[in-house]
């Protein structure tokens, strides 16, 4: 049997495991709205609602108005942002479906603004999908000296190469024994406990377009793990594909 | 001069005040989605997002799959709701503008997960509408014997018909000091503090759909405000067009 | 009859009407950790939890140590606050009495992150205390012409004077009706119609000390209206008093 | 060298490990308040803020009185939990300290309303403290029949000494890779990638007593995975210690 990048069972013999009905998938793979993040996640817009004119509209409330060209109210957009009046920003907001590690799903949640939800390891039997960082994202793993929890630059390739080698037959045997605990019957709740925090899970996030942006400023900020900053610019895309004058104005 | 229901100037002499064109509101007043409640106030769907399937398929996350259609899936709507399964219903949600007497956005903003932006009484002189309960509510608003919060029924015609006049009477004293003090060049910050609590404001709200289900929760129970309870059954008839599943386990 | 200024019968005829027992006010008049704002308005210390040190702690669980001395710590908390590290903030808190005008409630409750309990208008009579700005105040309260919310300097002496007088009558106006709405049996929740907005409440509020740092941030702001300030002039008492060191770096 | 408990080397060879002084643990051992879970987590309380009768003044605020003796307070105590008044419970809280594997903190993180600061894999190693299921839950671990996400009795004596040393020797496998990985210079960061959810970590969690209750709620049900209900049921003895009155509503 041929395993998609789902972990799903292929149905057609195609050349690119993302092409529609390649596999079980509940919903198709080829999919607009859908950008794919490290080796076998993505980032999926479901919905947005509200836009730029909403947020602006919104505002007016204070001043019994409502929205009057952009020609004035790029001015009034600005003068929000600015002066911190987020408010009017919640006004909009997007909801997504991410595949991510469950290392970047921990640091995720520690969003309290979002809703969540995810896919249960007590629930179903997890894919068999670990993240495997790039050669190139290796060779830039070293311990930093500079600060205590980042990474630099300065393995050899074969350094890198070995590295790789030691994660993969890692995630192999954890994969097995969970596995085997699942073929002997164990329970999915207690099977899991072996599994790393490569595993790669899924889930819905939705939040309103303030709490975005304030995502964004944390995780595309170059203090957050290389990792979930591939995500964050995703996220960023969507936003600026929806909202592009709000957009502009926090990428200033 | 002829003032529409909005304190407006009427530029035409239409037989219905909320036709369109009839006043200078920034926005027509005729418009769907667009429901009265009380003298002077109103609710409106601005925008909602999500959908029953959607809080099915954000549901089916946790065991890996999608909406299957509602013969299977209504089953599972009804276990979530009974259950206590509220997160998918955060992955739904309107945006509304509500027109309101300001004790009933005091009672209203007590709501914490919703979003809101309001005319501010700083920034532009309050619109000439009180809340006048009418010659029904007068009559069934005697102090309740029964519980310390509520009102009940007693007051006869003419009894009725002098309270009204009283609340009439003081809200235009108010509202010429008001009007006297801004005509002095008092700024609105200050001028307000004469204005009553039966003065008629502005917003618009946004939740998601759990929230709103909170907020129908309290304030559609019999111990809420009657004024409020109006609000409340017109922001359900909006949850019942838009979500007609998640509404009928609602009001089981 | 005397009154108190809690507009409670007073029982001894004592010169300071704070002093302990000069009324039937639950608690005592005479309380540490109390501070009168406005004519009529206070806030009280209830009661505070966590300490500079504890958000050191709390900050330190990221790297498996605790607190290790002021000498080494004051730097970690200014980086901390700094570089928006602000969840260690979380783990202390504060929980205060406020007695303010609803206008003043109104702006106030806009932080939904602090928790409330208040005085309800169906409940019981609402106190004979209405806000009375202070002559100085009325004199530099005419319309702002530099930023539509706000007012300047401009009345003289005898205009000032004069509308204290307009905002006095126009209180006890709404006072006669509400009394004798309420003497002619009507239900506290429809007879409050007629209160001002410079009405009295009383509340208890608690939050986090990210929070409250979040709303003396908006409400020290000069910006915001002069009465709110007052109110937050005290509530940044408190934390420099609880807080020291948390303090120093936000007036920073 | 002799490891204690904490995965910290022991200064003195004493019987008990968890004694004070037994290892460089950056604070005693030896606690009040200290409650172990599991095989090697805890659950200490840090702080608490309120009472019973605490809860009962901030109640009390809506008819301008105050605590009146439990003889008569008792009955509102109980009213306001039946009848789901729950913002006057938002005035007490505690805050914890816990130590637990990461598939427990996944569950505890999805409760938004805490607040939370965890030990950092980016900047620290974590320690070598890995969940081994006792035997009697190892044999109670058989994936449920009845139920998709939970288990069941099933395993005898011999099957589950097999799975135990099936996990365990994935854990020692999974950490001399990650040892292995830190000691050619990889990044913390990236090292953990081969870490289990068995891994103990660590964090301070605050709340309110409100959130506290809907946390023991969910996580005290039989629903709740095991493992999650054991640190569940130590945080209910905290309320009940705290608490006593609010805990004897909420179990009945």
Redesign the interface.
């Known amino acids: 049997m041929v395993y998609c990048e789902w972990g799903k069972v292929m149905k057609y013999d195609c050349e690119h495991p993302w092409a529609p009905d390649c596999c079980d998938h509940?919903?198709s793979c080829h999919r607009p709205n859908f950008t794919k993040v490290l080796d076998h996640g993505y980032v999926e817009l479901?919905?947005?609602?509200?836009s730029d004119e909403?947020i602006i509209?919104?505002?007016?409330?204070?001043?019994?108005?409502?929205f009057e060209g952009w020609d004035k109210d790029s001015k009034l957009l600005a003068y929000l942002w600015k002066n911190k009046h987020h408010?009017?920003f919640?006004?909009a907001?997007m909801?997504i479906?991410v595949q991510a590690?469950?290392?970047v799903?921990?640091e995720w949640?520690?969003h309290?603004?979002q809703?969540?939800?995810?896919?249960?390891?007590?629930?179903?039997e997890m894919?068999n999908l670990y993240?495997l960082?790039s050669g190139a994202?290796?060779r830039a793993?070293?311990?930093?000296t500079k600060n205590?929890?980042?990474?630099?630059e300065?393995?050899t390739d074969v350094?890198g190469g070995d590295?790789i080698l030691?994660?993969r037959?890692?995630?192999a045997?954890?994969r097995d024994?969970y596995e085997?605990?699942?073929a002997?019957?164990?329970?999915?709740?207690?099977a899991?406990?072996?599994?790393?925090?490569?595993?790669y899970s899924?889930?819905?996030a939705?939040a309103?377009l303030r709490n975005w942006l304030q995502f964004l400023t944390l995780r595309m900020d170059e203090h957050a793990?290389w990792e979930i900053r591939q995500y964050a610019n995703v996220v960023g895309e969507l936003v600026k594909d929806k909202f592009p004058r709000t957009w502009g104005l926090f990428i200033e």
Chains 1, 2, 3, 4 share one sequence.
Do not use: C
């Open positions: 509940p919903r479901i919905e947005h609602w509200g909403r509209e919104s505002a007016r409330m204070s001043t019994n108005k409502g408010t009017p919640e006004m907001g909801t479906e590690p469950i290392f799903f921990r949640h520690r309290r603004t809703s969540y939800n995810e896919l249960s390891a007590r629930y179903t894919p993240y960082p994202r290796v793993g070293k311990q930093s205590k929890q980042g990474s630099q300065g393995f350094e590295i030691d994660l037959a890692s995630y045997d954890s024994v085997a605990l699942l002997k019957g164990v329970a999915r709740e207690l899991r406990l072996v599994l790393p925090v490569a595993q899924r889930m819905r939705s309103n793990q």
